[in-house]
């Protein structure tokens, strides 16, 4: 079965830095996807960025990217330049397996 | 990506009563998936409704619990049947879109229990 674990329940960042948020995660799948997920607070969830586990390239977009540590069964999703409306939830997803999700908070 | 809406947004219910949530996509789409997310907590899917089959459930979520229905490739209903405070939850609908594998979600029926 897979799993997926977020061991940071808060995270917190001062505008304009940079934070990273650790994700790891188990499967048997030789070829598979990952995703970061954001639900900001009452609001729909949405994607944030998607790694193909073939790919050894670290996907980006924008102010998002990965780093991807296959061997280690790594995935982790570093935001620079924080914007107040990056606040919100963030899940790591293996792709219909959940982590619990990391609370963001953005401080002014 | 997908546009999904889900009917209703929010209700309040009484114990022992059942709830029919809808959900509409504005495309067609072969697999859509219906979770579960209790208050201030993860994810969790209950279940995989394909088009023309049986809806394929996870562990520890049984048809007679949760009824769904996928008469066509833009909509799905899931029932929550003989309701209990347990299953006050925000329920959420997905489609599979592209790229491969990505979801799209609808934006989720809150339901209390009393």
């Known amino acids: 079965a897979q799993t997926v674990t977020q061991s940071q329940p808060e995270m917190s960042v001062q505008e304009a830095e940079t934070v990273t948020l650790s994700c790891t995660y188990d499967?048997?799948?030789?070829?598979?996807?990952l995703f970061w997920y954001k639900q900001p607070p009452s609001r729909q969830m949405i994607l944030v960025i998607r790694?193909?586990?073939?790919?050894?390239q670290n996907a980006t977009e924008n102010r998002f990217s990965v780093n991807f540590q296959k061997a280690a069964k790594s995935f982790s999703l570093k935001i620079s330049d924080s914007q107040l409306g990056d606040a919100a939830m963030y899940f790591c997803?293996?792709?219909?397996?959940f982590g619990k999700g990391t609370r963001l908070s953005v401080i002014a | 990506s997908a546009v999904i809406s889900q009917k209703p947004s929010r209700d309040i219910c009484q114990r022992g009563t059942s709830l029919t949530i809808q959900c509409q996509v504005d495309?067609?789409?072969?697999?859509m998936f219906w979770y579960r997310q209790q208050p201030g907590q993860s994810l969790t899917l209950i279940a995989t409704?394909?088009?023309?089959?049986?809806?394929?459930?996870e562990s520890g979520f049984v048809i007679d619990k949760f009824p769904i229905s996928r008469p066509n490739l833009t909509f799905s209903t899931l029932t929550v049947s003989n309701m209990s405070p347990e299953d006050s939850s925000i329920y959420l609908c997905?489609?599979?879109?592209?790229?491969?594998?990505?979801?799209?979600f609808g934006p989720g029926t809150r339901l209390l229990v009393l």
């Open positions: 997803a293996s792709p219909l397996v």
């Open positions: 495309s067609q789409v072969t697999m």
């Open positions: 790694q193909e586990a073939y790919k050894q």
């Open positions: 997905s489609v599979e879109g592209r790229p491969q594998e990505t979801q799209y």
């Open positions: 499967t048997s799948e030789s070829d598979y996807y």
């Open positions: 409704a394909n088009q023309g089959s049986e809806a394929t459930y």
